[in-house]
Structure formats: structure tokens, C-alpha cells
């Protein structure tokens, strides 16, 4: 009885062909890390600025903040977040038709 239902079992499992696999993927990203490791040793610092908009259809706020960053190497780098100095909270505005509340990103 065991035997029939091992049999049916693997008769009604679905087979799922296996991903195919690059065998030198690894070796691949391992080479370019180490190339960007590499030339990044050169490049210096990189500075820069960004906002944030972060849109919440269930509450129908709006989060608006700004950062900036500070890449000095792969493994030393800085983000900093602020709430938007030029943001006037409340407010509501319209996109793509649909009325949201202004928030200050404090994270």
C-alpha cells in the first residue's frame, strides 16, 4: 500500500524544471565588484542631493523629504534624511487626479 502511494504522489507532483544556472556567474560578479573596488579607489568622494516623495493611497497623504549623500568608498559611504524646509504642511494638492495632504518625511 505504501508503494502505490508513493507512486501516486509522485505521479500527481508537479515537476519543475530547474533555473538554469550560468556555472561562472559567480566568478563574474566576483570580477566586476573587484574592477569597481579597483577604479573606485581613484574616483574620490562623490557628493550629491535628492528629495523623496512617497505617496500613501490609503491614508491620501503625500510625503515629501530631502537627503544627501556622501560616497567616499564601497564600503564607507553616508545618507542623511530631512523633512522638506520648503514644505507647508496640510496643504493638499491634486496628482493624477486624486487629492492628497502634505507630510514632512521625518525618517
Not at 562623490?46 to 490609503?58: E, H, P
Not at 510625503?63 to 507647508?88: C, N
Request: aromatic share 10%.
Amino acid at each position: 500500500m505504501l508503494i502505490v502511494y508513493a507512486i501516486l504522489t509522485l505521479l500527481s507532483t508537479p515537476t519543475v524544471p530547474a533555473p538554469c544556472v550560468d556555472a561562472n556567474a559567480e566568478l563574474k560578479v566576483e570580477e566586476v565588484v573587484a574592477k569597481w573596488v579597483e577604479s573606485s579607489r581613484n574616483a574620490g568622494e562623490v557628493q550629491g542631493t535628492f528629495r523623496v516623495y512617497k505617496y500613501d493611497k490609503v491614508f491620501m497623504t503625500e510625503t515629501r523629504g530631502v537627503g544627501q549623500y556622501a560616497i567616499a568608498s564601497p564600503r564607507m559611504w553616508r545618507v542623511d534624511f530631512h523633512p522638506d524646509p520648503e514644505l507647508k504642511g496640510g496643504e493638499v494638492h491634486q496628482v493624477h487626479g486624486r487629492e492628497y495632504t502634505l507630510e514632512a518625511r521625518n525618517e
